[in-house]
């Protein structure tokens, strides 16, 4: 069943793109969090939409909220990417699916790409705002302008 608005984030853990284990307790109903599903690392939407949470990532700092980045590219793969486009943001590998399928994201062109899907939840960790679109560079503009009015 997937995540609707209103909906609590489901808890998840992961690895991040340096090794390290990512609770996702240890930020979800803390601060508001984005966490965007994407297909793939080094493709050319997933770079500019990388790119454009990166650019803007002291804005959604400075609303108090994070950014969180996940598809099922391995944690070298995840380190590789973060490293060349200097990402701030945490990418989590999520190589069996579980998180994507905790969220109930659906892929797109007959099952063949991962979905691209952006959650906005609260500071406690309800979900404000799911945004599904293959254009990768709307999410950031969708996501910060949410954050923007959860703490307004």
């Not at 990512?22 to 994407?38: L, N, Q, T, W």
């Amino acid at each position: 069943m997937a995540l609707q608005i209103g909906d609590r984030i489901p808890e998840f853990s992961a690895k991040n793109q340096n090794g390290n284990s990512f609770e996702s307790a240890s930020i979800i109903g803390k601060k508001p969090v984005v966490i965007y599903f994407y297909p793939k690392d080094n493709t050319p939407g997933c770079t500019t939409q990388a790119c454009g949470f990166r650019d803007q990532y002291e804005d959604f700092k400075d609303l108090g909220a994070e950014v969180i980045g996940i598809s099922s590219d391995s944690i070298a793969s995840h380190e590789k990417f973060a490293q060349q486009y200097k990402l701030p943001f945490i990418l989590l590998a999520d190589s069996d699916k579980k998180i994507r399928n905790l969220f109930g994201v659906k892929s797109n062109l007959f099952g063949l790409i991962p979905g691209r899907v952006t959650y906005v939840a609260d500071q406690n960790g309800i979900v404000r705002l799911i945004f599904d679109s293959m254009m990768a560079t709307n999410h950031i503009p969708k996501a910060l302008e949410a954050v923007q009015k959860m703490i307004s």
